[in-house]
């Protein structure tokens, strides 16, 4: 058995077979994508890649910027290869991921398609991905840009009722990635695609963490994949400010090398930690109260380097189990509780909801945890500088692409990233540095400490 790893160095195709590969893990890891092209002049094959997944009447899926840069020569390739396509367009001018927009594509659906063909990245593949799911038809993706890693990823990230969700989706039989388009995509979308990958310093990093302390499952070889990813892309990140195709192709695949590794181990943590959660905030906060934000990717790239800064604080620190244990008796979840609602609006309010179906404040929990934190807290540290990279390095990289770096540079205060990082930990079931601080009862403090000279 060779390991996922080294199949992996000779090409993702490797990853995508249909019985999964098995794993030193013991569990065996499927994706349900079936094939990439990402190549120079990849656009060409698609009416060959819809032939080989069984379509045969095709419905296009675009916004008018994505229809313009890849969706009508796509429509013009099918027809010279004989094929027959409906073409739906949105005519908004930024689309967004909501129930309206995918209500508007279910309505105008022609039956007669039994594939749909989602020309764009994103928003346009994710109302795609959710779509084929609603209507039980396969999916293809066309890719236009290299911006966010969910190409491949079972679910959608959709904004419902006024509430931002994961719904489950339909992943794609093949993605069609042409790196003449991808690397002419708009600059701030190529900077976005790369700050999600820098995000996976942080997510392996937590994930480790989350192992050891609530014994989370954890696979070596899909944390090993996301190293090789962010390495790539690193060492390449010169090349991706000139537009190279060479490093806007490592992007590409590393984006969708993470979907992959999302679906390998069945959560999304090998792609996402706290660092991810500073965005799912600002969304939320957007979402509410028209507060600023910018992609998601963009948003991930800031919050890899906030969350480097805080395991440099971190570092720093002793666990006290006195200390812990009084804060957390201390803790008063009923204004807590009410803290989230006012600071998210209706989002928060289903967070409540789900906290309270969870019990993650729970002292129990909390006393098991921060035991494993005492009695291991050099490991913990030992993880932590395996897996992070100085914050310079990190600020280093996202300069070279011309990517901010602070959430001022985005309209966010630091103020507001205290308290984004405060409500991080009530996101998802997912025990992180915001929730590893609050086992240590040092979370309002090291909140309040971060960033005062910044601020
Ligand atoms: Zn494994
Ligand atoms: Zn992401």
Redesign the pocket.
């Known amino acids: 058995m060779s390991s996922i790893v080294e199949i992996a160095k000779q090409g993702l195709g490797g990853l995508l077979r249909a019985e999964g590969l098995p794993c030193s893990c013991g569990r065996t890891h499927r994706t349900d994508l079936r094939e990439l092209v990402i190549k120079s002049g990849a656009l060409q094959e698609t009416p060959e890649v819809v032939k080989r997944y069984g379509g045969s009447r095709v419905f296009i899926l675009a916004d008018k910027n994505t229809y313009a840069v890849a969706g009508a020569e796509v429509a013009n390739l099918l027809s010279r290869a004989g094929l027959e396509y409906s073409v739906f367009v949105f005519g908004d001018d930024y689309v967004q991921p909501t129930d309206h927009s995918v209500e508007k594509v279910l309505a105008g659906f022609d039956a007669s398609c039994d594939m749909i063909l989602g020309v764009g990245s994103g928003t346009i593949n994710d109302i795609g991905k959710l779509s084929s799911k609603e209507l039980g038809v396969k999916y293809i993706n066309v890719a236009t840009a290299p911006s966010?890693?969910?190409f491949v990823s079972n679910t959608s990230s959709m904004v419902m009722k006024g509430v931002k969700v994961s719904v489950d989706s339909t992943v794609p039989l093949a993605v069609i990635g042409d790196l003449d388009i991808l690397a002419a995509a708009p600059e701030r979308l190529l900077q976005a695609g790369f700050g999600?990958i820098l995000?996976k310093y942080t997510s392996i990093c937590e994930w480790r963490i989350s192992h050891l302390v609530t014994g989370e499952y954890y696979c070596e070889e899909i944390a090993e994949l996301m190293r090789m990813a962010v390495r790539n892309c690193v060492a390449n990140v010169e090349g991706l400010a000139r537009r190279d195709k060479e490093a806007v192709r490592y992007v590409m695949e590393s984006l969708i090398l993470?979907g992959i590794a999302m679906s390998f181990a069945g959560f999304t943590r090998p792609?996402?930690g706290v660092e991810?959660y500073f965005?799912h905030t600002w969304d939320m906060r957007y979402l509410e109260f028209h507060t600023p934000k910018d992609f998601?990717?963009i948003q991930?790239g800031i919050g890899t380097v906030l969350t480097v800064e805080i395991y440099d604080k971190i570092k720093q620190l002793r666990p006290d189990r006195e200390k812990a244990l009084a804060y957390v008796d201390a803790f008063d979840l009923p204004s807590w509780h009410q803290f989230v609602r006012s600071y998210l609006g209706k989002s928060g309010e289903g967070l409540v909801e789900q906290e309270k179906k969870e019990n993650k404040y729970s002292r129990e929990g909390h006393q098991k945890r921060l035991e494993v934190l005492v009695n291991n807290w050099d490991q913990i540290l030992q993880i932590v500088s395996e897996e992070l990279p100085e914050v310079s390095e990190v600020r280093r990289y996202l300069e070279i692409v011309g990517a901010p770096t602070a959430p001022t540079q985005i309209g966010i205060s630091y103020e507001d990233t205290r308290k984004a990082l405060m409500v991080s930990k009530d996101i998802r079931n997912k025990y992180n540095a915001s929730w590893l601080l609050w086992d240590l009862g040092l979370l309002d403090e090291v909140a309040q400490s971060l960033w005062q000279n910044q601020a």
Request: glycine share 16%.
């Open positions: 966010m890693d969910g999600d995000a993470s792609a996402s991810h965005s998601h990717g991930c």
